[in-house]
């Protein structure tokens, strides 16, 4: 995650917030590529968050992020 100053743009799960800018993985994606390709956050919000990757766009909801899970790119799955 970032270290610059949070604002009110930012999405916030599992004791964890996340911003625009931030670079992040999805572990629990249903294929193996999308767990392990990194996403950067282009917006968040309460809600959810929009993040691309390979020049595709995602919007994704809190209930989606619950179903795939989120984590800061630079960590190791399961720490």
């Known amino acids: 995650m970032t270290t610059e100053p949070r604002t009110d743009a930012a999405f916030d ?3 964890r917030r ?3 800018g931030d670079r992040v993985r ?3 994606a249903g294929m193996r590529d999308n767990q392990t390709r990194v996403y ?3 917006e968040a919000g309460p809600g959810g ?3 691309e990757a390979d020049g595709c766009t995602y919007q994704l909801s ?3 992020i619950a179903a795939i899970g989120i984590m800061n790119a630079d960590e ?3 720490a």
């Open 13 to 15: 799960i599992g004791g």
């Open 18 to 20: 996340y911003a625009p």
């Open 26 to 28: 999805f572990p629990n």
């Open 40 to 42: 950067e956050i282009t």
């Open 49 to 51: 968050i929009t993040a």
């Open 62 to 64: 809190r209930g989606d």
């Open 76 to 78: 190791e799955r399961g």
